[in-house]
């Protein structure tokens, strides 16, 4: 009879850091501003609300070791969605008091019915998805080997930043004309408004 050697991976329990309790706190936060964004009634607390969400996230970002996603973040998610937000916010709503969300006793059942339909649809394909920290998942394949191996050889400290640059160069490229769009049509909207 032949015994097979398998490596089996194991899992290290570390003393939790403040690097680790300050990302669950942020998380946390993320989490319940993200609720909040849907939750909340009032358009204005709501884009807010939104705007904190963004800047979480961006913080994470930082957290996680990824500057460049967390500087796209607090760019476009809080910088310039909020002030589009804002500005729409401005144009559209009328100052008596119409401020307000649509009153959730309106809620129409074809929407309860769309949004259970997916939540089931994408709950049940969580039995297909693989073990958290399988070896055999297609984040430890060769290939996520061979960008973490070729970052450093392209001078690259950080991986994210090598996949951005270096690997999804084109894909970033069109980011940064989406980035550029969205700059260009508030400061449109705005010198459309100082004209006015």
Do not use: C
């Not at 884009?47 to 500057?67: D, E, K, R, T």
């Not at 310039?80 to 100052?95: H, K």
Request: hydrophobic content about 60%.
């Amino acid at each position: 009879m032949t015994t097979l050697d398998v490596a089996v991976p194991t899992l290290q329990v570390v003393a939790p850091t403040l690097e680790v309790a300050v990302s669950v706190a942020l998380l946390s936060f993320v989490v319940v501003v993200a609720v909040l964004t849907a939750v909340v009634r009032d358009v204005l607390t709501a884009v807010v609300v939104f705007a904190a969400y963004s800047l979480g996230l961006a913080i994470l970002w930082v957290l996680f070791h990824a500057p460049d996603v967390a500087l796209t973040e607090a760019a476009v998610g809080a910088g310039v969605t909020t002030a589009l937000f804002l500005l729409a916010i401005s144009r559209t709503v009328r100052p008596a008091g119409g401020r307000t969300l649509v009153d959730p006793k309106t809620v129409k059942p074809t929407s309860v019915v769309v949004a259970l339909g997916v939540t089931v649809g994408l709950l049940l394909t969580v039995p297909a998805l693989p073990p958290v920290g399988a070896a055999d998942t297609p984040a430890f394949g060769p290939v996520s080997d061979f960008y973490l191996a070729d970052a450093a050889d392209r001078g690259v400290d950080n991986a994210v930043t090598a996949v951005l640059v270096v690997y999804r160069g084109f894909d970033t490229f069109g980011e940064i004309a989406v980035v550029f769009a969205a700059a260009v049509a508030v400061l449109a909207a705005l010198g459309r408004e100082a004209l006015a």
